[in-house]
């Protein structure tokens, strides 16, 4: 098969296009047409910088502690063995740092509306941090999906580097256009009996290597890079002194009824129903509020992506269901609040 170009479309948003939240007809069509063949698009210039440094001087200056707290997940799932340096670490759940361009970014709720339908459905916020003076280690290649799914575009990620990211400081390693023709068969973990090997068929890797290789690209400080979950992907460890932050926010179909949602502090109630009843671009959040403070670096996230409609799953491919995290038992417990417009 004849080598692929393996390479990001990047879409140049103009300062008008950023402080407006309104993207020009041209590059709602390139972001949309890049997602449905490659997987993934970044919008350039999407987000106020003051906005990422101020959450970077935040989270890297407590990354240290993050790594020594036993609540802390460590994404090491690597190949060898090696530590990747690869943790999960929120942002702050403050309003005051709840910035309506990283949390309902605008330019990326018109293209997430395009794909998904209207009024994106937010249910997981968390963030990945590859730890500085690590170098060698990484992850096993994988899709963020653990279940059996349908071949459509059911959920996307709207990934923020908080700084310049590039191979020299641990950028994702990204299968572009893999999430086509994939299905949870090309997964380790898709066996009769439960299992947690999670992670894409090593054969499936080498046999798309020949032809189209992954990548490590280079994508700039205020970007937003949306990627379709199906799409393979792997942590690589970062060699800089610095840590390398990368929020993430999965968004889903208003009809999708995921299983995952995102724990926020009362004070944050009135920020986020703003997102939902905003006439351009709204995006919900399912949403449980809890009347205490929350402190961002012990709050439990569970990647929990599957989806509760029994139309949805009642056309599913004729595969095992595989392995579908649980929710942590104080969230099951409580009753969730959909914030809708």
Not at 148 to 177: C, H, K
Not at 308 to 313: I, S
Not at 320 to 331: D, N, T
Request: net charge negative; charged share 20%.
């Amino acid at each position: 098969m004849e080598l692929q170009s393996q390479s990001l479309v990047v879409v140049p948003l103009s300062d008008e296009e950023r402080l407006s939240g309104k993207l020009t007809l041209e590059h709602i069509g390139q972001a949309v047409a890049a997602l449905h063949r490659d997987g993934l698009v970044v919008l350039e210039n999407a987000v106020d910088v003051r906005h990422m440094d101020r959450l970077n001087g935040i989270l890297s200056s407590e990354a240290t502690e993050m790594a020594k707290l036993p609540t802390t997940h460590f994404n090491n799932n690597s190949v060898d063995g090696r530590p990747t340096g690869n943790m999960s670490q929120g942002p702050p759940l403050v309003p005051e740092f709840m910035y309506d361009d990283i949390w309902a970014n605008e330019p990326a709720s018109e293209v997430l509306s395009a794909m998904l339908g209207p009024n994106p459905v937010v249910n997981y916020v968390n963030g990945n941090t590859a730890l500085g003076g690590f170098d060698g280690a990484r992850q096993f290649v994988h899709a963020d999906l653990t279940f059996n799914f349908n071949p459509m575009p059911f959920g996307i990620v709207a990934n923020y580097y908080l700084v310049d990211a590039s191979p020299a400081n641990g950028s994702t390693e990204l299968w572009v256009g893999s999430h086509k023709n994939t299905t949870f068969a090309d997964c380790r973990n898709c066996t009769e009996e439960v299992s947690q090997d999670f992670g894409i068929r090593f054969e499936l890797l080498e046999e798309r290597r020949a032809y189209a290789p992954p990548i490590q690209p280079v994508v700039k400080k205020g970007s937003v890079v949306l990627r379709d979950l199906r799409v393979w992907h792997a942590g690589l460890s970062n060699p800089s002194p610095d840590p390398r932050i990368m929020l993430a926010f999965v968004h889903t179909p208003w009809w999708y009824e995921a299983g995952a949602k995102v724990v926020l502090p009362e004070s944050a109630r009135s920020k986020v129903e703003s997102w939902a009843s905003r006439t351009h671009a709204p995006v919900s959040y399912r949403a449980h509020f809890v009347p205490a403070e929350l402190d961002h670096k012990k709050v439990k996230f569970t990647p929990n992506f599957n989806s509760r409609n029994k139309g949805y799953n009642s056309v599913l491919p004729d595969l095992p269901m595989g392995f579908i995290f649980p929710e942590p038992e104080s969230e099951a417990a409580a009753k969730p609040k959909n914030v809708t417009a």
